[in-house]
């Protein structure tokens, strides 16, 4: 089983940036395709960003791209969502999973889930 945390939300001024970082507690994602999704109030959760298990091929909503950026460590068995020129429409929870999968595809679905980590964008 995996155990996945999100760490790194806070609060970010309009423009400012923010790290997400989402760690294995427990097991280890090194061959798993990790994806980050968020869910505002009131909104249905959506997919962000996802990186497949080597790091080379990385997917974005239209939203984001161009200002945030997923990596991988996979030695220190980590996931990183760099995020730049946040907007308050970026004000949501955040959350980090796996897949048992090494590939992503739209609509793949993940079978681990984090706690999830606030991030509050000001105006």
């Known amino acids: 089983q995996v155990e996945l945390v999100e760490s790194g939300g806070g609060l970010a001024q309009d423009g400012g940036s923010l790290t997400l970082s989402c760690a294995a507690s427990?097991?280890?994602?090194?061959?798993?395709?990790v994806g980050w999704f968020r869910q505002a109030p009131g909104k249905e959760r959506e997919f962000v960003a996802a990186?497949?298990?080597?790091?080379?091929?990385?997917y974005y909503s239209d939203s984001v791209k161009g200002r945030f950026t997923v990596s991988r460590d996979n030695d220190k068995n980590t996931v990183s969502l760099q995020m730049t020129n946040l907007k308050p429409e970026d004000t949501a929870a955040y959350y980090c999973?796996?897949?048992?999968?090494?590939?992503?595809?739209?609509?793949?679905?993940?079978?681990?889930w984090g706690q999830g980590t606030q991030v509050t964008v000001s105006t």
């Open positions: 990186i497949i298990w080597s790091g080379q091929d990385t």
């Open positions: 427990q097991g280890s994602f090194r061959y798993y395709a």
């Open positions: 999973a796996a897949r048992r999968g090494a590939v992503y595809y739209t609509g793949a679905t993940f079978d681990f």
